[in-house]
């Protein structure tokens, strides 16, 4: 090899190092006496100098496909590339796209295919005017994804904390509340779920605005996979439906936890720790119930009050938060105002009659799903639960 083809070489090196890898240099490239290539890598952050076999696999790898495109594509080829990003970082990976196009596609008039599963390589494509993206559902069928027709689904991914990648990536997203839903999902249902992208959103009220967007989504037919919301109860029943592709479920129970308080397990966990004064599974039950009934009056009482009580006279901290006297003192009175109309024909008597009627009728309803609940063994434990 002539020292000028050697030159050539080094140059292609040290463009992809510089483009991929700018951690690292060429330290320089030699033949061997029996006709081997021997390249040194130097470390910029320590200064040290290493055998190009010594860097990852991946590091590695990619050295070495983007050296051989540079010797070896004709002008006007076709790259096939099959997942690049393996054993790669997410910040080497969002230089790939980029450094494919530009260095070895666009001077040599190159067509590429690429392949990947790479979140980053996705939005990189999304980003770029000179790329199309396809999503390859079988062999047969590779459809075109125009991120213009999708910006707004996209958009409410990314809000909801998942990407595009996710969506296309996976059979359908699975959104969750909490940790605690996304962990018990994962740990019980692993084979119902596999496949799915499982999300926790932290809340609840926000979503629920976000899912008008998918089911809009659906209807001008921009939505292609599963879209699932699991919900709490939280004692607040949502009224909104779901469709084929935006499914929505809510918990029946307080919170998916409470499926799993029956008095069965409650009983087995607490005879393992030995706690004091268990004695049989009849005794415990008995005990249980008469906790949950000790709780129904409390329980009713401040679930019926708070749809009956009057305006809140407190102030609010928004309300006085580098305002003047004047203008707090028109929002107080103005709700002092609001008390008084509310409180101007109240009838002691008939008040005190009407909530003890209805008092009484929610408590009944309530002992009879405890009584039930107990009975079945399921996890009406308490009046609260």
Request: aromatic share 6%.
């Amino acid at each position: 090899m002539s020292q000028g083809e050697i030159g050539n070489i080094a140059e292609d090196f040290e463009l992809v190092l510089q483009g991929l890898l700018p951690g690292k240099r060429l330290a320089g490239v030699s033949v061997t006496p029996v006709g081997l290539l021997k390249v040194g890598i130097v470390e910029s952050s320590s200064g040290k100098t290493f055998d190009i076999d010594s860097m990852s696999s991946g590091e590695k790898g990619l050295l070495l496909t983007f050296l051989l495109m540079r010797r070896t594509i004709a002008h006007g080829g076709i790259v096939l590339m099959d997942e690049p990003e393996l054993n790669l970082n997410p910040a080497v990976r969002k230089k790939i796209l980029p450094f494919l196009n530009d260095v070895i596609a666009k001077p040599r008039d190159i067509q590429t295919i690429l392949c990947t599963h790479s979140a980053e390589i996705l939005g990189q494509a999304f980003e770029r005017g000179d790329c199309g993206v396809y999503h390859l559902r079988s062999h047969r069928d590779a459809t075109k994804i125009y991120e213009r027709d999708h910006r707004e689904v996209f958009e409410a991914l990314k809000r909801l904390g998942t990407s595009p990648a996710d969506s296309l990536f996976s059979n359908g997203n699975l959104f969750v509340e909490g940790d605690q839903d996304a962990a018990i999902l994962e740990e019980g249902f692993f084979d119902l779920i596999s496949g799915y992208k499982v999300t926790n959103l932290g809340g609840r009220t926000e979503v629920e605005k976000e899912i008008q967007v998918f089911k809009e989504a659906e209807r001008r037919g921009e939505l292609g996979k599963l879209h699932c919301f699991i919900f709490d109860l939280d004692r607040k029943p949502t009224s909104l439906q779901g469709t084929s592709l935006v499914r929505l479920l809510q918990w029946d129970r307080t919170c998916l936890e409470n499926y799993l308080l029956g008095s069965k397990i409650l009983f087995d966990v607490l005879s393992e720790v030995k706690a004091k004064g268990l004695t049989s599974r009849g005794d415990f039950e008995a005990k249980l119930r008469g906790l949950a009934m000790g709780q129904l009056t409390e329980v009713v009482a401040r679930n019926l009050y708070a749809g009956l009580e009057p305006e809140n006279p407190g102030i609010r901290p928004a309300e006085i938060a580098g305002a003047p006297y004047p203008q707090i003192a028109q929002k107080l009175v103005s709700r002092l105002s609001t008390i008084k109309a509310q409180l101007a024909n109240l009838d002691e008597a008939a008040w005190i009659l009407s909530f003890t009627t209805s008092a009484e009728l929610e408590e009944a309803k309530l002992r009879s799903c405890v009584s039930n609940g107990l009975r079945r063994g399921s996890n009406y434990v308490t009046a609260s639960g």
